[in-house]
């Protein structure tokens, strides 16, 4: 009986059946593949916080920290003091990693201001321990941090302490300095950039 039905089917009409069901199945395969390929092009809003953020230096005062967002973490420009410039070279016996050989950071960093120039240090501003936002103590010697601080910041999480280039202190759990953010200083403004790596 299936030798029967074998013989009567026509070639034609399969080789037909089998092309149509193969365009539509590429059909149906573009159809899906298309809003899946363009769900992975970013968004508007992912390309603008990978962007450079742009901060004119006139707006910091000497001693202030501002914090901007970049790429969904907290970035400082710092416009150093030039008595908290001084102080960084007597913080050396105390730190963990002084020359910054361990530590994460653009060629330009690798002073012992860890910046372009003594005044402007920037900054990702995300503890190298567990990820907690250190906070910016300038003040020296107050009385919850002691007498011998000589200003940086102080992550309350886990007690981590950096002086005012961003150095982690002996014996604090955070492992390496903070890490300096890629920037360059173009006019009157720091531009902060990853892109730049290097610069």
């Known amino acids: 009986m299936s030798a029967i039905v074998q013989d009567e089917l026509d ?47 006139d707006k910091i005062e000497p001693g202030q920290q501002v914090t901007v967002e970049y790429r969904g973490a907290p970035h400082w420009i710092i416009r150093r003091t030039p008595e908290m410039i001084a102080q960084l070279s007597k913080n050396d016996a105390f730190l963990a990693d002084p020359k910054s050989e361990e530590s994460l950071q653009p060629a330009f960093a690798k002073n012992e201001y860890r910046s372009k120039t003594p005044e402007i240090l920037v900054l990702k501003g995300v503890c190298t321990h567990l990820g907690c936002s250190p906070t910016y103590r300038k003040e020296i010697g107050p009385a919850d941090l002691g007498i011998d601080w000589p200003g940086g910041f102080f992550c309350p999480c886990h007690q981590s302490k950096f002086d005012m280039a961003g150095r982690v202190f002996k014996g604090m759990p955070a492992p390496k300095n903070l890490v300096v953010t890629p920037y360059q200083i173009t006019g009157n403004s720091v531009v902060i950039d990853a892109e730049l790596k290097g610069a």
């Open 11 to 57: 070639p034609q009409m399969r080789r037909r059946l089998i092309l149509t069901s193969v365009a539509l199945g590429a059909g149906a395969g573009v159809a899906v593949a298309i809003p899946f390929a363009f769900s992975m092009k970013p968004s508007a809003r992912a390309l603008a916080a990978g962007a450079a953020v742009e901060f004119p230096i």
